[in-house]
């Protein structure tokens, strides 16, 4: 917590760790920032991040030092949390132990958030896996003897979302003049369609 001194100016009321480091500089620039107006401020840094609260009845800065990444959004929360202790006027003790609960409930945050994104990771890693797995299996099927002109150009664009003429030829195994009445048909029975900006073809759904 920062609280404006008349001879020194913004300086550290009140901390949590006691052993966290708080250049005097940055004490100046987040009070020259809040200029006695109640706001939230982001300020990032090189070495520094924090989002902070100016409380106007109490005049005390209310400052959530950050790690370099962190989004200080996320922590708008912590910061009304403990603008509710400020309003209760309570003496230094208990405002220092309020001070160790919202510092811990910070840290619960960030487990929480960090657990959400290992999650979200580890489901887009496992969409990727399936979707080669699925690439693989329709280019098996296209590459099968039996199956149709037809069937392998939507097989295909089902796969790539959209083709270039000249890529549907190499990729599947018959006469120019075939391909053209199988395009054709498929395009009049609206099963594909065909772009003229990107000149390729894809399934329409």
Avoid: C
Wanted: hydrophobic fraction near 35%; aromatic fraction near 10%.
């Amino acid at each position: 917590m920062i609280k404006w001194d008349e001879v020194l100016g913004g300086n550290i009321y009140m901390k949590f760790p006691e052993h966290l480091e708080v250049l005097d500089n940055v004490v100046q620039q987040i009070q020259i920032s809040h200029n006695f107006i109640e706001s939230y401020i982001t300020i990032e840094e090189k070495n520094w991040n924090s989002i902070s609260y100016y409380n106007e009845n109490r005049e005390i800065i209310i400052v959530l030092v950050l790690d370099k990444y962190d989004d200080g959004s996320d922590y708008t929360v912590i910061l009304d949390e403990f603008k509710k202790e400020l309003e209760l006027e309570l003496n230094e003790t208990d405002l220092k132990k309020h001070l160790e609960r919202i510092y811990n409930l910070s840290l619960t945050v960030f487990r929480t958030r960090d657990e959400v994104i290992g999650k979200l990771s580890n489901q887009v890693a496992q969409l990727k896996t399936m979707e080669y797995d699925l690439k693989k299996r329709f280019e098996m099927v296209v590459k099968a003897d039996h199956l149709k002109v037809k069937s392998k150009i939507q097989f295909l664009l089902a796969v790539n979302n959209e083709m270039k003429y000249n890529e549907l030829y190499k990729s599947i195994d018959t006469s120019k003049n075939w391909l053209d009445k199988v395009l054709e048909t498929l395009t009049k029975n609206k099963i594909i369609g065909y772009s003229d900006r990107n000149d390729t073809y894809y399934l329409i759904i």
